[in-house]
């Protein structure tokens, strides 16, 4: 079926491309005519607006948004819903909150469209190459979407997390253990350099991302990331947060959960704004490296 997608930022513009180079017919608009002309250059069929994207898709639709969470996707679900019909499926593949994406599924369902909350990781590698998605909603409609999750993800990269609200509770989580885990790299590498060994930090690095128990992307991108520079010095290490962190220890609170590993993470996150080491660089670089997350240069 053809698909529409909204938002072609770093992330739906590579998702875009892949499914392009997949096979998939796409409908795609963005505020930014730039990205809707290069699509429209690879086969993308271009539209000018919403209401344009819309009429150039057959019901039942189906129309992924892949704008940034809060306002700008009520925003757009706004706009869109007048113009969809019952039985169309509006997909929401941005880090949104969970309780936001419980009352969109809610609203939407009045009017007979399926919602579905698609929390999307993997980075812009996995946005271009294969992703990781974890869905919420209805199951008919999870259903009807599976033929593009199997092309948009790498080998069981997706799955069905259940009723709306968990597709984004899922990622919300799975983000709040990324604190964690590139706190810790952080850290062992801030013991590392303080040592007195005279440490090749990417050359450590680079023998721990083969064979060992803490192997994986992150250590496979820490090694990037050290190539650049043994120092990560052309960064500074204030870390921003992009709200599943803070979202996750909240979520936490409310079920009263312990997870003291991520609420430290993210309280060291806004330490990391005034004072700064090298665990901060890496996380900064880790972040840079996986997300295209902007850090601040040093001058």
């Known amino acids: 079926m053809k698909t529409g997608v909204v938002g072609l930022g770093k992330m739906g513009f590579n998702m875009a491309q892949h ?13 930014s005519e730039e990205p809707v002309a290069a699509l429209a250059g690879n086969g993308a069929v271009a ?3 919403l209401e344009e994207l819309a009429g150039k898709l057959e019901s039942p639709r189906l129309i992924w948004l892949m704008v940034p969470a809060g306002a700008p996707v009520d ?14 499926i509006l997909v929401d593949g941005g880090n949104s909150h969970y309780k936001d994406s419980e009352q969109r599924a809610a609203r939407l369902k009045e009017q007979g469209i399926s919602f579905l909350d698609a929390g999307t990781s993997g980075g812009l590698e996995g946005a271009r190459h294969g992703a990781c998605i ?25 799955g069905y997390m259940g009723k709306s609200g968990s597709g984004h509770f899922a990622k919300m989580v799975h983000n709040g253990i990324e604190y964690g885990m590139m706190q810790a790299i952080g850290e062992g590498f801030n013991l590392l350099d303080a040592s007195g060994y005279d440490f090749d930090l990417e050359e450590v690095s680079r ?3 083969n064979g060992s128990v803490i192997r994986g992307w992150l250590m496979d991108l820490m090694v990037q990331a050290l190539q650049k520079d043994p ?3 052309y960064l500074k290490g204030a870390i921003a947060d992009s709200g599943e962190g803070r979202w996750t220890v909240e979520a936490a609170l409310e079920h009263e959960v312990s997870i003291p590993v991520i609420a430290a993470s993210l309280f060291n996150r806004y330490r990391s704004r005034s004072d700064e080491n ?11 490296e996986f ?4 850090f601040l240069e040093k001058p």
């Open 47 to 49: 539209a000018k607006s």
């Open 207 to 209: 023998v721990w991302a």
């Open 134 to 158: 974890m869905v919420g909603g209805e199951k008919a409609a999870y259903d009807v979407i599976k033929p593009l999750l199997n092309d948009l993800c790498v080998e069981n990269g997706y």
């Open 75 to 88: 925003n757009t679900i706004d706009h869109l819903a007048p113009l969809l019909d019952r039985g169309d």
């Open 231 to 233: 120092k990560l010095g």
């Open 291 to 294: 997300g295209g997350h902007a």
């Open 278 to 288: 090298l665990s901060d660089r890496v996380v900064a670089a880790l972040r840079h």
């Open 19 to 31: 499914l392009l180079e997949c096979g998939h017919e796409l409908v795609v608009f963005d505020l």
